[in-house]
Structures are given as structure tokens and as C-alpha cells.
């Protein structure tokens, strides 16, 4: 049918298309992880910053 090298570069497009899936996965995954720890900072210091209010209001 067709010659060895071709059968190679199909076989070669494969792997690297699977390979291109399996790291933008990856990667996805990790970008979520630093997003949700970024927001848990965030939430912390609105809450800070919240009990800073009231603390202050309380002593008024």
C-alpha cells in the first residue's frame, strides 16, 4: 500500500496530536488549581477586610 516513511509521519501525527490533547489537559487543570487558590486569597482578605469594618463601627 503505502510506503514504511508515510506509514512513520501518520503514526508520528497521531502521537504528537495525542500528546498536544494530553498537555493543553495539563495544563488546563493546573491553570484551574491557580485560579481557585487566587480566589480562596481574595475571599480571605474580603473577609479581613469585613471584620475590619465592623471592628472599627463597634468602637464608634
Known sequence: ????WID???GGIA???VM???AAYVEKKVEKE????HGQT???RMIEE???RLA???EE
Not at 1 to 4: A, T, V
Not at 34 to 37: A, C, G, L, P
Open 34 to 37: 491557580w485560579i481557585e487558590e
Open 42 to 44: 481574595y475571599i480571605k
Open 8 to 10: 512513520l509521519i501518520i
Open 50 to 52: 469585613k471584620q475590619k
Open 56 to 58: 472599627y463601627r463597634e
Open 20 to 22: 498536544a490533547v494530553k
Open 1 to 4: 500500500m503505502f510506503p514504511i
Open 15 to 17: 502521537v504528537s496530536a
